[in-house]
């Protein structure tokens, strides 16, 4: 008798430790879903660190820096229309895509966002780093800050100091390597193009769902 | 003596676990802010135009949230709108602001000069689950100190670029042509080298 009421105790004990195993299973699940602390996503959000400036950025293209890599999140139609060189179009809505995760969560290059104006990039950004995704910039002002700076730049007037210049002779060099003609100069026959870095994606393979522990 | 041992043997293994528990239970510290909105979710929400108002759409309905600094906002500001600078806004007494604005079935809407800080606030709001918000899509600038408020277009491009570049081509390849000259080919005279006969070695 004393034998019985035993066995039944253990039996009991035995299914609370179950259901708290089953428990376990369910917790890291909810964790996966949240991200970095709000706390710290706000504190990042204001930084205005992230921003990188058309003139920094002609500069890389330029001198062929190999350690970023720059995406556009414009939608197809504005990529194909016109897109800075070497760009990868990753549209925002397919931003949380597998086929472009290697592009955006890693951490061997810089990830620079563009969009037209940065709206649009702004968004992905605030997205992937609340993912923790590392070495996110903002392309300050996008194509049209790149359009009326490094395509189009105005001529200071003859006021302006000699930086004003100087930055002048840069962006109108710069003009020039990225493909516009001016009257009166000897014109290189061949646009440099740059080359799309290509990371190879990893096909992960699938795991079972991984419990606690 | 052999089941006393037994009996001793469990109490310290309960007490044990019980100590964990507690310590467990302890050390617990729930978050302040959840985020209730997967990232899937944010980013279908985030895509839609909804989410962008223009000056004209603001009504007697819309909570206007300055999210600038207070210096700024007591520059000017849009009529009723309160403030509540960015990097306070997940404080508790405005998160209840903004809850109780929500419980009014107000629409928050959100505004700053940089248009982006306006959005950080939203995105944040939204994936916390506090509310449905919106942002302000307007130009702040100041004319003889007097605020003005224009309708800024988010995303648009007005410019064709590459026409623009295919333009100055043409149009430099036009003047061009009769200023091109052929270079030149330099020529370089080359001495001819005397055959020697073929040296040994030593």
Known sequence: ?213 | MKELEKTKNISVATVLAILVIIIGLLSYKKPKHIYSESVEATLISMTSLENVLSKDKIDDNSFLVDVRTSFEYSKGHIGNAINISLPDILSDQNVQRLKDAVEESKTIVFYSSDVNDALSAKMLIDQLGYAKTKVLAVELNYEQDELVIKDLNIENSPQDIQAFIDKSVKEAEAKNIVEVKPIPKKVIPRKKKKKMPVEGGC
């Open chain 1, 1 to 213: 008798m004393k034998n019985l009421s035993k066995t039944t105790s253990y039996r009991i004990l035995a299914v609370v430790f179950i259901i708290a195993a089953a428990g376990l299973v369910l917790l890291p699940k909810i964790q996966k879903y949240q991200g970095i602390d709000p706390e710290k996503l706000l504190s990042h959000a204001i930084s205005p660190e992230r921003y990188i400036s058309t003139d920094e950025l002609a500069e890389m293209i330029i001198g062929q820096d190999p350690s970023f890599l720059l995406i556009d999140v414009r939608s197809g139609m504005d990529y194909e229309k016109y897109a800075l060189p070497g760009a990868i179009n990753i549209p925002l809505d397919s931003l949380l895509s597998e086929n472009f995760e290697a592009y955006l969560n890693q951490e061997e290059y810089d990830v620079v966002l563009y969009s037209n104006d940065d709206f649009k990039a702004n968004q992905a950004w605030l997205l992937c780093n609340r993912m923790d995704y590392k070495n996110h910039k903002v392309l300050r002002g996008g194509v049209n800050e790149w359009f009326n700076t490094i395509i189009n730049p105005k001529e200071p007037s003859e006021s302006m100091p000699a930086s004003a210049f100087e930055q002048y002779d840069f962006r109108k060099a710069a003009s020039m390597y990225f493909g516009v003609a001016y009257p009166g100069k000897v014109m290189e026959t061949e646009v440099p193009v740059t080359p799309k870095k290509v990371i190879p994606v990893k096909k992960k393979k699938k795991m079972p769902v991984e419990g606690g522990c």
